[in-house]
């Protein structure tokens, strides 16, 4: 009789022990007030940024990974790494935008497409009209989600007297003051999200409107339910990409 062998050991895809560890050191640095925290969480976020280009050893995101590094260890050394924290609004929709972005390439699922085989199944994705628009709104996401990137790294750059530019000694091209600038930085790009998902939304009923549609709060509940096996989809994207 054949020894029982043991249980394969789960194995987390790197992707996700960075994600849980940055909203970890986040969410510390938000409840202890310690910008030092929020180094550490923007230094794994970049790490998410360019862990693709870190698994393939090229030198580009080598350098650019041990760069961040070093800029975040002279922000500490002078007094300065709340401008890290300033930068993880920047870090995450630039983050959001390369995964929207990633899906479409060929050979790869738009993500959208995949939101719905998730949560109403691939029939749904079958339908006339629902794979077109599942792939152009993952593009817009991606449009939307790096535009708002590049505004936020304006603001953060620009802002002074307590901007990036500023700390380094540099007058920036664009003096942006007033604390409407900094409330923009930190809560922007977050609400952004939600206004565009009630606003697609409503679109999506009217170009799909010969299509049976759950009302808002289901779809929602069913995305928060379900996103585990959106993110196993994300971290096996590659290797199915290549097959």
């Known amino acids: 009789m054949p020894a029982p062998t043991a249980a394969a050991p789960v194995r987390r895809p790197p992707a996700l022990v960075l994600a849980a560890l940055y909203a970890a050191l986040l969410l510390a640095a938000f409840v202890s007030g310690r ?3 929020a180094g550490l969480a923007a230094f794994v976020l970049l790490g998410l940024l360019l862990g693709a280009g870190l698994r393939r050893g090229r030198a580009l995101a080598w350098l650019a ?6 800029l975040l260890l002279w922000l500490g050394r002078h007094g300065r790494m709340r401008l890290a924290l300033d930068a993880l609004p920047v870090l995450v929709n630039a983050l959001l935008a390369g995964v929207f972005a990633r899906t479409l390439r060929a050979g790869s699922e738009p993500l959208i497409a995949r939101v719905i085989c998730v949560l109403e199944g691939a029939e749904r994705l079958a ?6 628009y599942a792939r152009a709104l993952t593009a817009a996401w991606a449009l939307l989600l790096g535009a708002q990137a590049l505004a936020l790294a304006i603001v953060l750059a620009c ?4 901007g990036a530019l500023a700390a380094f000694g540099l007058v ?3 003096a942006l003051e007033g604390a409407a600038w900094r409330a923009y ?8 999200v939600p206004a565009f998902l009630v606003l697609e939304y409503a679109f999506r009923r009217f170009w799909l409107r010969a299509l049976p549609h759950a009302p808002l709060p289901l779809f929602l509940a069913r995305l928060a339910q379900r996103w585990p ?12 990409a290549r097959a």
Not at 127 to 132: G, I, T
């Open 159 to 162: 802002r002074v007297p307590d």
């Open 65 to 70: 990974w041990l760069g961040s590094a070093a």
């Open 229 to 240: 096996a959106l993110l196993h989809s994300l971290a096996h994207d590659a290797p199915r």
């Open 127 to 132: 339908l006339p009209r629902v794979a077109p």
């Open 35 to 37: 910008d030092e925290l």
């Open 172 to 174: 920036p091209p664009l």
């Open 185 to 192: 930085l930190q809560w922007g790009g977050y609400a952004l």
